[in-house]
């Protein structure tokens, strides 16, 4: 049975640092692209970075560009978001999500979000404040 589950969330103050884990089972990271999603109250699911099956790729979002960075360990089945430089406006649940893709490529946008991700975890909240 496949599944994600996502951990590492918590309170911070901003300026500080979180890493966030997705643990995946009954499917091989080599097959299958990772997105990090994040929704704040009141807001659409947005993409926020994303690895592709090959771990050639990454993407990541305008507004965290530079500040958070996606990797994964093909040995413990894990995909990393490491955040750093946390503002409020970062508040939010924050979900992993599993999808076949091109080896080289993996989306973000809404289409990507309803069309590729077949598997989600069930969301850790991230706080930002002081």
């Known amino acids: 049975q496949s599944q994600l589950v996502e951990s590492g969330g918590g309170l911070v103050q901003p300026g500080g640092s979180l890493r966030l884990s997705c643990s995946v089972s009954?499917?091989?990271?080599?097959?299958?692209?990772i997105g990090w999603f994040r929704q704040a109250p009141g807001k659409e699911r947005e993409g926020v970075s994303c690895i592709s099956s090959s771990g050639r790729s990454t993407n990541y979002a305008d507004s965290v560009r530079g500040r958070f960075t996606i990797s994964r360990d093909i040995a413990k089945n894990t995909v990393y978001l490491q955040m750093n430089s946390l503002k409020p406006e970062d508040t939010a649940v924050y979900y992993c999500?599993?999808?076949?893709?091109?080896?080289?490529?993996?989306?973000?946008?809404?289409?990507?979000?309803?069309?590729?991700?077949?598997?989600w975890g069930q969301g850790t909240q991230v706080t930002v404040s002081s």
């Open positions: 999500a599993a999808g076949y893709d091109h080896p080289n490529a993996c989306g973000l946008g809404p289409k990507s979000i309803r069309d590729k991700y077949n598997y």
């Open positions: 009954g499917f091989t990271l080599d097959a299958n692209g």
